[in-house]
Nanobody, 122 residues
Framework: QVQLVESGGGLVQAGGSLRLSCAASGRTSVRFAMAWFRQAPGKEREIVAAISWSSGVTYYADSVKGRVTVSRDNAKNTVTLQMNSLTPEDTALYYC???????????????WGQGTQVTVSS
């Protein structure tokens, strides 16, 4: 089992930045790919970014490219999502997920955190 705990969400004005963190515990010896998803009220869960175990491969949704950077520190079992130039459309509950490989499909991830709320005011 892997436990994931997100932090760093909050209320920010449009144009601002937030840094989300995900701390993993449990079976951290397994080489999981990690991803950030988000879900806004009334909408489906969508991928924001993902990163491979080695950090050699990253994926970004078109809606966040150029504004978001995903990184990981395997020694500390953490994954970070740096978000800049935030807009009200970025408002959502952000989830950290772990799985065998990078994919945009939520069902392919094995472990999920509880989420951290990001609210961007206009």
């Amino acid at each position: 089992q892997v436990q994931l705990v997100e932090s760093g969400g909050g209320l920010v004005q449009a144009g601002g930045s937030l840094r989300l963190s995900c701390a993993a515990s449990g079976r951290t010896s397994v080489r999981f790919a990690m991803a950030w998803f988000r879900q806004a009220p009334g909408k489906e869960r969508e991928i924001v970014a993902a990163i491979s175990w080695s950090s050699g491969v990253t994926y970004y949704a078109d809606s966040v490219k150029g504004r978001v950077t995903v990184s990981r520190d395997n020694a500390k079992n953490t994954v970070t999502l740096q978000m800049n130039s935030l807009t009200p459309e970025d408002t959502a509950l952000y989830y950290c997920a772990a799985g065998g490989s990078i994919t945009a499909t939520p069902d392919r991830y094995d472990y999920w955190g509880q989420g951290t709320q990001v609210t961007v005011s206009s």
